[in-house]
Structures are given as structure tokens and as C-alpha cells.
């Protein structure tokens, strides 16, 4: 069981992603986490978690070097995720810009939308998936704080030990890429950063490089990038599977419903029952009371 906490499935690259997600499940996949990165993204990735119900787990975000977005539409944002927050396991994706030449002039104003957008999570106790590169990470770990919210994911996350330390005494999550297969940066991550802490995405469609080159970047490449943190840590993959799914679980709040989407044979029924008491989260009735 394995969860790629970070896929923009709504992308181009995997249009339709009906054959993307049936790899996932033949590749043991048992979910994904699709951001949107403005309203109409949004739209699509919640309307793709409704065709694939408790296996694609739709966040609504806005995403800080999409600079065509306006502030109509990270009103549009806000409203989604208020109507939607029932269905989110996240806000996201959101954060802070930082690749290309509109990304200092962006700060100021992004910061700003930022602390609009992690008041919304915290406000409906979501959790936010953060894009905050670099010295981008410091900044946003301090408007998640001080917004209150309560589970972030630094996604893709790279910056320097100390922040990275300053996430995780923060009670936050770090996801990991499959580059943790090939590059060293990524591999000292997977050094700093406790299993407890952990997560793993591949970023898709976002192209990865090493043995991945010229693959389209699609959920089975957690299942490698387990296997590499694994041998880093001198855990089994087993073990780091187990801890990256569980925390995957608890920070989006995953309810996966797989019996909706496969009908199974009276002989698997029992192994499907095990399967879904791993799942320790909330039920329906426990969120709403705030639990
Ligand atoms: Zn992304």
C-alpha cells in the first residue's frame, strides 16, 4: 500500500488519466493526492476525484508562479475550497514563488495570498500542501504557523538542514521525490528527515532525471523511490511503506472507499477487510464534530 501525495493528474500529460490510474492500482498504488493549482485546475481534479472515488483525493489550491492568477480568482479559490471542504483532503496547491524572473516581484503580494489561503485550511482543518522552495520554505513555515494550521506538507521540499529541522520540530511533513533514487541532495534529505515526518510524491507530470529519463513521471515511481530511502535509512521498504502511507493517511485525512471501485470475489473479501482496518482516521461523523 502506497500513496502519491503529490500528482497533478488534471495535467495535460495525462490526459485521459483513466489508464495513468490503472497502473497506479496495478503497480500498488492505493491513492493519490491531486492538487488543482487555480480554479479551473481545481474544478478538474475535483471532478476527477468524483469518476475515481476513494483513490484520486482532490485538493483546491492556487499555485504561487501561475502569475496569469488574479485576485478574482483566488477569491474563486477561497469559495471552492469553502464549498468544498467536505470533499478536500488539502489545501494546494499553494505556497510561495520562487523559480523564474517574476518570482521576487511576486513575494510581497504572494504572501499576502499565502496567509489567505492557510487561514482557509485552518479554518476547516485541512491540511495545506505547500510549494515553498529553498529560502521560500522559511517564510511559509511562518505564515502556516502563525495561520494555525495544523498538518502542512513542504512538497518537493528542498532548503537548508536548519529549516528543514525548524518543519519537523514544527510537527510538519516533508515529501520526497523520486530523486531520492538518483541525487544526492535528495539523499541527505532522506537522511535529515524522520520516518515519522515523511512522505512520498512524484510530482508528475514534473520529469524526473537518473534511471527515469524520458519516463513520464506516473504514481509507480513511489514505489522505487520507497525502495531507495529504504536502503539510505537501512530500513525495509516494507517499513518505510508502512510509515510514509500511515502518515500520508493521518496528515490528508484519507477515507478510501476501494470496495466502491472493484468489485471483489467472495475469497478476497477478508483480506480487504484487514486491508481497510489499517486506516485509522476519523469517520465522517468524528469530523464534523471536530474530532
Ligand atoms: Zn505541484
Known amino acids: 500500500m502506497m500513496i502519491d501525495t503529490h500528482i497533478h493528474l488534471d495535467a495535460d500529460q495525462y490526459n485521459p488519466p483513466d489508464q495513468v490510474i490503472a497502473r497506479a492500482r496495478a503497480a500498488g498504488l492505493s491513492g493519490v493526492v491531486a492538487p488543482g493549482v487555480g480554479p479551473a485546475s481545481n474544478g478538474r481534479v475535483l471532478a476527477l476525484a468524483a469518476r475515481h472515488l476513494g483513490f484520486v483525493h482532490p485538493a483546491c489550491g492556487f499555485h504561487p508562479e501561475a502569475y496569469d492568477l488574479t485576485g478574482a480568482d483566488l477569491e474563486q479559490t477561497l469559495a471552492q475550497i469553502h464549498d468544498h471542504r467536505e470533499r478536500l483532503c488539502a489545501v494546494g496547491e499553494v505556497g510561495l514563488p520562487w523559480y523564474g524572473a517574476r518570482a521576487g516581484a511576486a513575494t510581497p503580494a504572494a504572501r499576502d495570498q499565502l496567509a489567505a489561503l492557510a487561514r482557509a485550511a485552518a479554518h476547516a482543518d485541512l491540511a495545506l500542501i505547500l510549494h515553498a522552495p529553498h529560502a521560500a520554505a522559511g517564510p511559509a513555515l511562518e505564515i502556516a504557523r502563525s ?61 524526473h532525471r537518473g534511471p527515469f529519463t524520458g519516463c513520464l513521471t506516473e504514481p509507480w515511481m513511489v514505489a522505487p523511490a520507497i525502495d531507495a530511502i529504504a536502503l539510505i535509512l537501512g530500513e525495509s521498504s516494507a517499513a518505510v511503506r508502512a510509515a510514509t502511507t500511515a502518515n500520508a493517511i493521518v496528515a490528508f485525512r484519507l477515507r478510501p472507499v476501494p470496495q466502491l471501485q472493484v468489485p471483489a470475489p467472495a475469497s478476497v473479501l477478508p483480506s480487504r477487510r484487514v486491508a481497510l482496518n489499517l486506516f485509522p482516521t476519523p469517520s465522517g461523523v468524528e469530523r464534523r464534530r471536530g474530532a
Open 147 to 207: 495561520a494555525g494550521v495544523r498538518r502542512a506538507i513542504f512538497h518537493w521540499h528542498k532548503s537548508t538542514p536548519a529549516v528543514t529541522a525548524a518543519i519537523v520540530a514544527a510537527g510538519y511533513l516533508i515529501s520526497l521525490t523520486p530523486e531520492a533514487v538518483y541525487r544526492d541532495r535528495d539523499q541527505a534529505l532522506a537522511r535529515a528527515v524522520p520516518l515519522s515526518s515523511m512522505l512520498v510524491e512524484t510530482n508528475g507530470p514534473a520529469p
